[in-house]
């Protein structure tokens, strides 16, 4: 499961024996010491750059064993830093195992702060919030790997993808994308959800640069004044 979560509801079925129970989540939680049990993660691929994605509600088969363990989580889980790009966009999704899913939903919607959930500082995954009717979804092929081309606004974007395997399970996968003005130019590094994106040098950076060349040139005719006034 994914760190810096804040609330998590665990769901146990074995032998027709069905355990609920909700936890409070300060770390890595690992049930039965079983981490076998935690679906791998998918793969997202835009313009070269790679993200791992997050992992979501889910009901996994442990290794070896005949039940499977599953959890409930709040939102959608995706990583803190978004993947970059402009539309339209080709997006290339990989899914983890070798053997085609029987099932796979692909969907988009559009988040700002407000559909933040756990506002932790320095996370490594954020939960997001969401409503049905804000989706966006598309027809992706039950492959291993497929292409998705997408034209999206400007803005953050969660990618939310439903996958389950015959034999293994499903589970919710999400990723992070910001899709940028095409003319904007990356500025700075980005080190949160909010990306800040710049065309032209602002009218206050002009102003300032304007500012500093008419105190030089005051400074240079003081000097070239006291030097004439001494001869």
């Given at each position: ?84 790009t402009k539309s339209p966009f080709t997006a290339i999704l990989r899914l983890p195992l070798q053997v085609p899913p029987e099932e796979l939903e692909f969907s988009t919607f559009r988040v700002t702060d407000e559909n ?81 994106i710049t065309d032209k040098v602002s009218s206050g950076e002009k102003t300032a640069g304007f500012d500093v060349f008419l ?17």
């Open positions: 499961m994914n760190k810096g979560l804040d609330m998590v509801s665990i769901k146990i079925r074995w032998n027709n024996i069905r355990i609920v129970a909700g936890m409070a989540m300060l770390s890595l939680f690992l049930l039965a010491g079983s981490a076998s049990a935690e679906p791998p993660p998918a793969i997202l691929k835009i313009d070269g750059n790679e993200q791992i994605s997050g992992i979501g509600t889910n009901c996994w088969k442990v290794e070896n064993e005949t039940f499977r363990l599953c959890a409930d989580y709040a939102g959608i889980i995706t990583p803190a830093e978004p993947l970059l933040e959930l756990n506002k932790v500082k320095g996370a490594a995954y954020v939960a997001w919030n969401f409503e049905p009717k804000n989706w966006s979804s598309y027809n992706v092929p039950l492959e291993r790997e497929s292409d998705i081309n997408l034209s999206l606004e400007p803005g953050l974007y969660v990618l939310n993808v439903f996958v389950k395997w015959k034999e293994k399970g499903d589970v919710s996968y999400g990723f992070l994308v910001q899709v940028y003005e095409p003319e904007a130019k990356i500025t700075n590094k980005v080190s949160s959800p909010e990306v800040k105190a030089i040139t005051a400074f240079l005719l003081v000097i070239t004044l006291r030097r004439n006034r001494r001869k």
